[in-house]
């Protein structure tokens, strides 16, 4: 990204999951902002631009929480 330029964001459900990691390595290898949600986080998932937001999607309470300061997203994958 040029000096300026945002970095897109993406926020991948399920991120901890073998598919979901997958896709976390993939949007960050291109250069992408990963907002990981999931239960418990994914210990071989370390990158500077990997946030890892411990969520269960089954309680209104943590998707409220989540999804506070993350209102302006490009990319949503629900992967849970």
């Known amino acids: 990204h040029s000096e300026g330029d945002a970095m897109k ?7 901890s999951g ?3 990691s997958e ?7 291109q250069g992408y902002e990963v907002y990981g949600l999931d239960l418990k986080a994914n210990k ?4 500077p631009h990997y946030h890892f937001i411990k969520t269960n999607l089954t309680q ?16 949503l994958i629900n992967n849970a």
């Open 44 to 47: 071989d998932l370390q990158h």
């Open 60 to 75: 209104e309470k943590d998707i409220r929480k989540a999804y506070t300061n993350l209102l302006e997203l490009d990319v």
């Open 18 to 20: 073998l598919i979901g």
């Open 23 to 29: 896709m976390c390595r993939e949007f960050l290898a």
């Open 9 to 15: 964001k993406v926020l991948i459900t399920g991120a």
